[in-house]
């Protein structure tokens, strides 16, 4: 990941460290995150079709705006380049144990669930448009209370498609 620079502000007690990744070229802020940033490849393709995912949970030492006064919200997923954010999808909850829990950002593809921090397309090998950018999900691993799966194609995050536990809730959100 070599695109950003990273600072991380470490926690004390119980919350989770809280990542900011700038863009090295304008030196704007991109993402947010209390899991590691996850990196999506089309081989032999652009830079401009490399997508980033990062997931801040509400248990951050530093959380986003919306978590404020708002105690449904889990944790928010943002997908982009590394230019700037394309979505930002809220994770909500009415089960404050959930409030508490800090997911792990994977993802689905050909069938198989990866936890590493880099995601090849390699059907896409080649493509140029966004259409590459299609055939997988991003997945929030909350443990026990179960995993978010959601499609990604044309580079569309689908939450028409998502699959949910019942006690979660996906929003959009710009």
Do not use: W
Request: glycine residues 6%.
């Amino acid at each position: 990941m070599d695109r950003f620079y990273k600072i991380t502000k470490y926690p004390c007690c119980v919350s989770a460290r809280t990542e900011f990744y700038f863009n090295l070229l304008t030196g704007r802020m991109i993402f947010t995150a209390t899991s590691p940033l996850l990196e999506i490849v089309v081989p032999n393709s652009s830079i401009g079709l490399a997508r980033y995912v990062a997931y801040h949970s509400s248990v951050g030492i530093i959380p986003p705006a919306e978590f404020k006064g708002d105690e449904t919200i889990v944790g928010i997923l943002q997908y982009g380049s590394e230019d700037n954010i394309l979505y930002r999808v809220l994770i909500r909850s009415k089960n404050r144990n959930d409030v508490e829990t800090n997911a792990r950002l994977k993802s689905l593809y050909r069938g198989s669930v990866d936890d590493s921090n880099t995601l090849e397309l390699l059907d896409a090998d080649g493509k140029k448009d966004r259409s590459a950018l299609s055939s997988f999900s991003l997945v929030l691993d909350f443990g026990v209370p179960g995993s978010i799966s959601i499609p990604v194609v044309n580079d569309t995050l689908d939450l028409t498609r998502a699959i949910t536990p019942p006690r979660f809730r996906l929003e959009l959100v710009k």
